[in-house]
């Protein structure tokens, strides 16, 4: 028979299962809409009363009722004490981190607030150039100055990787004076790489890990995927709990941990750039993602990452595709892998990334999550089950069937991603400075004024301060030939460039 002490114990995290198994903010929400009171504030659609029937279509009636925000009971984002902070620190428990903030503006919310928490102006920052293009904006809100580090290539696939140590190590010695190190863990393709020892490096010298983990807040809960950032020893990581879980769109999470951080610091960041009038519906959507993931995450996201491995041994049956997995993923820069994502390499069917996914969208139906010059990306999540897996590999199969030809386009296979160009000046003065447009061919050695990229995935190819090099500019012209999408610059055509100088506007 167990004493009385361990019968408090067992008693005490059974209650403390119990209430993580609840929604605050739901549960608030869905008070308040039942008390009644009538509605003679904002929003102008007055919980529904002068909703167009559109939108009616679009939400439903109760949620319409509890679109409401400000409210006494609804807590504020800004300044939790009730629903919300009750929340965050359910969030954070469940994460192991020491605290959670609750982000309304997508992942790129979280990261300008990681960079604006942690960077002063003038503060250097070392930064992988294969980071997401808010990754920029932030360090342009900051005004710190960026040392670009260049990731791994993996030649095979012609996406970039992760960083190594030894990278990390070199870009230290040359820059004691950083800050931070930025880190994308896991990639856009799911690799991940040594992020406990570059931990463990970057802390040593005095300087705070950020990870943009917009692709890993599900890794926890497997654990036959990478470990968390969080776990490996970052100091902040920004997940897209939207992306990969069942928050709504824009629905993300910023998590701290350690002393490193200045809690009020980020806390005022978050203030600063969220709105004043936070939507409910996204933060609820949080906070049930939260509890979906509490109640049995172990057992959704394991189901899926079984079902991504017998979809990727299926595939690598197919004459002509091939998608790596873990015994890929063994060399510095690649050390692992979350398998629920598939990339599935196409040019042995003859054919782009970008032609392969146009077949599959309007013939088979299925929409990738992201194509490049040579592969394609698929997510399976939580929510998938067999019959998703089933329908995807029909399809493929069906493209290598019907589909198949002789060779494929030579830029899609030739054009390599550029080295990291030097830099004419920080982004941020690139931005404020004043700017002309000149011809895309004669942009070579002026500084870019913009951004220049694809998307998805949103890696800048040239950002604000970057000396234009040849190398940049074929590579740009050689993926916009396939008909990867442009994003960033003014003219999306790409006839001319925005440089920094004075000139015909």
């Given at each position: 028979?167990?004493?009385?002490?361990?019968?408090?114990?067992?008693?005490?995290?059974?209650?403390?299962?119990?209430?993580?198994?609840?929604?605050?903010?739901?549960?608030?929400?869905?008070?308040?809409?039942?008390?009644?009171?009538?509605?003679?504030?904002?929003p102008?659609?007055?919980?529904?009363?002068?909703?167009?029937?559109?939108?009616?279509?679009?939400?439903?009636?109760?949620?319409?009722?509890?679109?409401?925000?400000?409210?006494?009971?609804?807590?504020?984002?800004?300044?939790?004490t009730?629903?919300?902070?009750?929340?965050?620190?359910?969030?954070?428990?469940?994460?192991?981190?020491?605290?959670?903030?609750?982000?309304?503006?997508?992942?790129?919310?979280?990261?300008?607030?990681?960079?604006?928490?942690?960077?002063?102006?003038?503060?250097?920052?070392?930064v992988?150039?294969?980071?997401?293009?808010?990754?920029?904006?932030?360090?342009?809100?900051?005004?710190?100055?960026?040392?670009?580090?260049q990731?791994?290539?993996?030649?095979?696939?012609?996406?970039?990787?992760?960083?190594?140590?030894?990278?990390?190590?070199?870009?230290?010695?040359?820059?004691?004076?950083?800050?931070?190190?930025?880190?994308?863990?896991?990639?856009?393709?799911?690799?991940?790489?040594?992020?406990?020892?570059?931990?463990?490096?970057?802390?040593?010298?005095?300087?705070?890990?950020?990870?943009?983990?917009?692709?890993?807040?599900?890794?926890?809960?497997?654990?036959?995927?990478?470990?968390?950032?969080?776990d490996?020893?970052?100091?902040?990581?920004?997940?897209?709990?939207?992306?990969?879980?069942?928050?709504?769109?824009?629905?993300?999470?910023?998590?701290?941990?350690?002393?490193?951080?200045?809690?009020?610091?980020?806390?005022?960041?978050?203030?600063?750039?969220?709105?004043?009038?936070?939507?409910?519906?996204?933060?609820?959507?949080?906070?049930?993602?939260?509890?979906?993931?509490?109640?049995?995450?172990?057992?959704?996201?394991?189901?899926?990452?079984?079902?991504?491995?017998?979809?990727?041994?299926?595939?690598?049956?197919?004459?002509?595709?091939?998608?790596?997995?873990?015994?890929?993923?063994?060399?510095?820069?690649?050390?692992?892998?979350?398998?629920?994502?598939?990339?599935?390499?196409?040019?042995?069917?003859?054919?782009?990334?970008?032609?392969?996914?146009?077949?599959?969208?309007?013939?088979?139906?299925?929409?990738?999550?992201?194509?490049?010059?040579?592969?394609?990306?698929?997510?399976?999540?939580?929510?998938?089950?067999?019959e998703?897996?089933?329908?995807?590999?029909?399809?493929?199969?069906?493209?290598?069937?019907?589909?198949?030809?002789?060779?494929?386009?030579?830029?899609a296979?030739?054009?390599?991603?550029?080295?990291?160009?030097?830099?004419?000046?920080?982004?941020?003065?690139?931005?404020?400075?004043?700017k002309?447009?000149?011809?895309?061919?004669?942009?070579?050695?002026?500084?870019?004024?913009?951004?220049?990229?694809?998307?998805?995935?949103?890696?800048?190819?040239?950002?604000?301060?970057?000396?234009?090099?040849?190398?940049?500019?074929?590579?740009?012209?050689?993926?916009?030939?396939?008909?990867?999408?442009?994003?960033?610059?003014?003219?999306?055509?790409?006839?001319?460039?925005?440089?920094?100088g004075r000139?015909?506007?």
């Amino acid at each position: 028979m167990p004493g009385l002490a361990e019968r408090r114990r067992v008693n005490e995290v059974e209650k403390r299962h119990d209430e993580a198994l609840r929604a605050p903010i739901a549960e608030a929400m869905k008070a308040y809409a039942a008390d009644g009171a009538r509605a003679y504030h904002t929003p102008g659609h007055k919980q529904g009363l002068g909703a167009h029937p559109l939108l009616k279509a679009l939400v439903t009636e109760e949620g319409l009722r509890e679109e409401v925000s400000l409210m006494e009971e609804l807590d504020d984002l800004h300044e939790p004490t009730m629903c919300i902070k009750e929340a965050q620190e359910m969030a954070a428990a469940l994460y192991g981190a020491d605290q959670a903030f609750f982000m309304i503006n997508g992942t790129t919310g979280a990261i300008h607030t990681m960079l604006m928490g942690a960077l002063a102006p003038g503060d250097t920052v070392l930064v992988p150039r294969n980071a997401h293009r808010s990754v920029i904006g932030g360090i342009i809100l900051a005004g710190a100055r960026p040392v670009f580090l260049q990731p791994e290539i993996d030649e095979r696939l012609g996406i970039a990787m992760g960083l190594t140590e030894e990278t990390v190590r070199s870009a230290i010695a040359l820059h004691p004076e950083a800050k931070a190190l930025v880190c994308v863990y896991p990639t856009y393709y799911g690799v991940t790489y040594g992020l406990e020892a570059i931990a463990k490096l970057v802390h040593a010298h005095g300087m705070l890990l950020l990870v943009d983990e917009a692709h890993g807040p599900h890794l926890r809960f497997s654990d036959d995927l990478p470990p968390q950032a969080i776990d490996c020893g970052a100091d902040m990581a920004a997940q897209s709990t939207h992306k990969i879980l069942g928050a709504m769109t824009q629905a993300s999470m910023l998590l701290t941990s350690g002393p490193r951080v200045s809690r009020e610091r980020v806390r005022e960041a978050a203030s600063l750039l969220q709105s004043t009038s936070p939507n409910q519906l996204l933060l609820a959507s949080l906070d049930i993602a939260r509890l979906q993931m509490a109640e049995d995450g172990r057992e959704t996201v394991g189901s899926a990452v079984r079902l991504a491995e017998k979809l990727r041994c299926a595939i690598n049956e197919i004459d002509g595709l091939w998608s790596f997995g873990l015994e890929y993923t063994d060399y510095p820069g690649a050390t692992g892998l979350d398998t629920t994502k598939i990339t599935v390499q196409v040019t042995g069917l003859g054919l782009s990334g970008v032609e392969a996914e146009s077949i599959l969208r309007h013939e088979y139906k299925v929409q990738c999550e992201l194509s490049d010059a040579r592969n394609l990306l698929f997510i399976l999540s939580y929510a998938d089950g067999k019959e998703q897996a089933d329908y995807l590999l029909a399809a493929l199969q069906g493209l290598a069937r019907d589909h198949r030809r002789a060779t494929v386009a030579a830029s899609a296979v030739a054009a390599e991603l550029p080295a990291v160009p030097a830099q004419g000046m920080t982004p941020r003065e690139a931005f404020f400075a004043p700017k002309c447009s000149v011809p895309f061919g004669e942009a070579e050695g002026r500084i870019a004024a913009e951004q220049v990229m694809f998307y998805p995935p949103g890696i800048p190819i040239l950002c604000p301060g970057d000396i234009i090099d040849a190398a940049s500019l074929h590579y740009i012209r050689a993926m916009q030939s396939l008909g990867l999408k442009v994003v960033g610059p003014r003219d999306a055509s790409l006839t001319e460039l925005q440089v920094v100088g004075r000139g015909e506007q």
